[in-house]
């Protein structure tokens, strides 16, 4: 018999009841909530007169609304201007309070966006299924979790029965093998498959990234790749447990301790795929021929190398691609045959679930570190993940090194990715972002986005326009 | 959940791959703490010429007159079909919700982003499958004549077209009995309680570490 796949095992450890057509009833471990996704599933509990089923599994903080300057913060839930992004907030306090669920609240230091607060307080852990109402809890799965985002029916279903009704995903590799060059980060490794297997690419399967480029890399650096699965259509990413995952969980609040910890790691080392599993398709890349990465259009397969051009309509391939080619050069303003590094910006944004973390922060401060912020670039933000992300850069001085080179450095929440706050672009401006998705008015009505990685997003911000880190 | 049987409805065509559901509803209607009123600001971006507020009124904002569902000959569409991926990208329920809350009952597309497609089955709304070349058909049958309208069986899993022609096509069998019936999935899932908490207990067991408070 040919052996599992992580995500064999990680489905079958999980099923609670198989059923006679297809379907299966899996017990969830962790649900995390935020305010923009989990009003109405708590109204939906109220009104059918039901009450969560296991307070414990559930963790929530708000991050979606939050603003982000200090003054705003200071008086927590009350300084949101916005009354509409305020009734949120507010809503998710309230609905805490009267169901018992732990919150990390706005004045809380333990608060920030839900996908960087799951594992740094552990409540991520190796093995767990965890869902929360948003796109981007594939990141906990680089922690060999089983970790996807659900919608609001489906929060109020895991509040209500701890379980949710799935039916079995397709298993795809991609193998990174090899070693990464200077500068390359899981941000370039992500952007470079979803250039290659496109926004549906992993429609339908669990993606699991493996290879011995990825075994090198860091917690962080996996989590933004899992993170971004999602946008190559892949609910589910996935990266197999080893010595980094133990590093990074052990010593965590949620992590276990003492005997307990013994018990985990021994359960946790069966968590990687065996080595005659079969996955239904394996995407080979070579870690070499990965250069650093640059969306150019309005879907994050619209992606080029920095040393590259806008594509050409030649460059499609096929009629729909070219279609979508062809409002994207009249939405982002650039032309086919543009050079990368001729694009120029307006705002530059280090942040959001995919690149919030320390390391994150160190790799951009690293590259601002005695530079200036482009006089042609109107705001350059860097917002930390969680108000621990912050106290942590702020005590290895990165803060200084940013405000010094010209950034504005922020309080923690999901801000301009997606700019349910105040932070957001003005129309026809171009923002270097090392957030997860360059949608047409994502960042904002008329926003352009260009996806980078972090230490690309700072150099972009110190020149004008784009350069190669490499070569910075 | 409104049951689905039999709907008959004008079609609509949504031509373009990929879309997101950034583009069905952008974030800042997402602040709503409902589940209805989202319908006037389906597609708001490519709707309207200027940018829509949460709780605004939209009935004096410019309309863009070239987006599809500005054009008279659409009104009252019911069906909406469309080109791969549709509904990208977020989560958001809020898709669905101003889909259903705009009037659609079922989408018609190649593919569909996994969430999205989830989604659409917990809000009455209909998502089929049909393959690339059905679909472009459609796109010309629709294009080709006014008041184009389809009938969707879903007991008998058919559309039906003016034409007399029967398209089949797959849904799942548990999603289909819950459309059908209009049954919300926790009062089901909660008939296998039992299932629940033996399993439960032995993951507590078997794995403690899992039950930690931080």
Request: charged share 25%.
């Amino acid at each position: 018999m040919a052996g599992k796949t992580l995500y064999d095992k990680l489905w079958q450890q999980h099923v609670v009841k198989e059923r006679d057509d297809g379907t299966a009833l899996i017990y969830i471990d962790r649900q995390l909530l935020h305010e923009v996704t989990s009003p109405q599933a708590f109204e939906g509990l109220r009104i059918a007169g039901r009450k969560p089923w296991r307070l414990d599994a559930n963790l929530a903080t708000p991050d979606h609304n939050v603003p982000t300057t200090a003054v705003e913060r200071e008086s927590g839930v009350d300084g949101i201007v916005d009354p509409v992004s305020k009734i949120q907030v507010v809503t998710l306090d309230s609905n805490c309070d009267e169901f018992g669920i732990t919150e990390f609240k706005m004045k809380d230091q333990r608060q920030g966006i839900v996908h960087v607060v799951g594992p740094e307080q552990g409540a991520t852990l190796p093995g767990m299924t965890v869902v929360c109402g948003d796109s981007h809890t594939a990141t906990h799965g680089a922690f060999a979790a089983l970790a996807h985002g659900i919608g609001t029916s489906e929060v109020e279903h895991v509040l209500a029965t701890q379980c949710l009704i799935q039916r079995k995903m397709k298993n795809l590799l991609i193998k990174v093998d090899g070693e990464l060059g200077k500068g390359i980060t899981g941000k370039d490794v992500v952007l470079h498959v979803i250039g290659i297997i496109g926004t549906a690419g992993g429609n339908g399967c669990a993606m699991e990234f493996g290879g011995s480029a990825i075994r090198s890399m860091s917690m962080e650096g996996r989590m933004t790749m899992c993170n971004m699965a999602i946008e190559a259509g892949a609910r589910v990413g996935m990266v197999a447990f080893d010595e980094i995952t133990a590093e990074y969980v052990k010593g965590r609040p949620y992590a276990p301790t003492a005997a307990q910890w013994d018990m985990a790691m021994a359960a946790w080392k069966d968590l990687v795929s065996d080595d005659d599993a079969v996955f239904d398709k394996v995407v080979e890349i070579r870690a070499e021929d990965i250069k650093p990465q640059v969306t150019w259009g309005t879907s994050p397969e619209m992606v080029t190398t920095i040393d590259a051009t806008v594509p050409t309509l030649d460059d499609a391939r096929d009629s729909a691609q070219r279609a979508g080619f062809e409002r994207a050069y009249d939405y982002m303003g650039l032309a086919a045959g543009q050079k990368i590094t001729d694009i120029k910006l307006d705002r530059v944004f280090i942040g959001s679930c995919t690149n919030s973390r320390i390391e994150d922060l160190r790799q951009a401060a690293d590259i601002a570190k005695g530079r200036q912020v482009a006089s042609s670039v109107m705001q350059a933000l860097v917002v930390p993940g969680s108000g621990l992300v912050k106290a942590q850069a702020e005590q290895e001085g990165l803060d200084k090194i940013f405000i010094e080179a010209g950034f504005e450095w922020r309080e923690p929440g999901c801000s301009m990715c997606l700019a349910m706050n105040a932070d957001k672009l003005g129309n026809g401006e171009h923002c270097a972002s090392t957030s997860n998705r360059n949608f047409e008015g994502r960042q904002g009505y008329g926003g352009r986005t260009h996806l980078v990685s972090p230490a690309m997003a700072a150099a972009a911000a110190v020149a004008g326009h784009f350069v190669d880190v490499r070569e910075f | 959940m409104k049951a689905f049987t039999v709907h008959t409805g004008i079609v609509a065509p949504m031509d373009r791959a990929n879309v997101d559901t950034d583009m069905i509803i952008p974030k800042q209607f997402l602040k709503s703490i409902k589940r209805s009123g989202f319908g006037p600001n389906l597609f708001d971006e490519l709707r309207y010429l200027d940018e829509g507020q949460p709780d605004a009124d939209n009935s004096g904002r410019p309309l863009n007159p070239d987006f599809v569902l500005n054009q008279p000959r659409y009104a009252g569409a019911s069906v909406l079909i469309a080109r791969e991926n549709f509904g990208c990208g977020s989560s958001r329920e809020h898709a669905p919700w101003a889909l259903e809350d705009f009037g659609f009952r079922v989408v018609i597309a190649p593919s569909y982003a996994d969430i999205f497609y989830n989604n659409c089955f917990k809000n009455g709304l209909l998502p089929i499958v049909l393959s690339e070349a059905v679909v472009d058909g459609l796109f010309k049958a629709v294009s080709g004549s006014e008041g184009y309208a389809l009938t969707i069986d879903l007991e008998k899993q058919l559309i039906l077209t003016p034409d007399d022609q029967d398209i089949p096509f797959e849904v799942d069998a548990f999603r289909k009995y819950c459309l059908l019936n209009g049954f919300d999935d926790i009062g089901l899932t909660l008939q296998d309680a039992d299932d629940i908490r033996q399993y439960e207990a032995a993951r507590r067991e078997s794995s403690p570490w899992l039950f930690n408070a931080g």
